[in-house]
């Protein structure tokens, strides 16, 4: 009857955007909607903001839990102490030969 595609293209961001508190799924939801429209919007936007703390909150916690273990450490000291070796600013000596390339402009 209905694609999926219209389903979650249309039908859903419709929905979300124009509810309809007539036909309720949530009545007290729906009383608020009609009674105090002001006070719904304050609620849904701080429920919005709860659960997008939530989420932040676990990745947050994933994120230290799978990069900030001391196997993690380890393997990233010892990719540095490779890379390290690679290249090293002491290659970059002060060689006395060298001159300048340039004279600089006295101000």
Do not use: H
Request: glycine letters at 6%; proline letters at 6%.
């Amino acid at each position: 009857m209905f694609d999926m595609i219209n389903i979650f293209e249309v039908f859903l961001p419709q929905l979300l955007r124009y509810p309809n508190p007539t036909d309720p799924l949530n009545g007290e939801a729906a009383a608020l909607l009609m009674r105090e429209p002001k006070s719904y919007e304050a609620k849904v936007k701080g429920k919005i903001y709860f659960l997008a703390g939530e989420l932040l909150l676990n990745l947050m916690t994933e994120y230290v839990t799978k990069y900030a273990s001391k196997d993690a450490a380890d393997e990233a000291g010892a990719e540095s102490d490779e890379d390290d070796e690679m290249s090293s600013v002491g290659s970059f000596g002060d060689d006395e030969d060298e001159q300048p390339a340039g004279q600089m402009e006295e101000v």
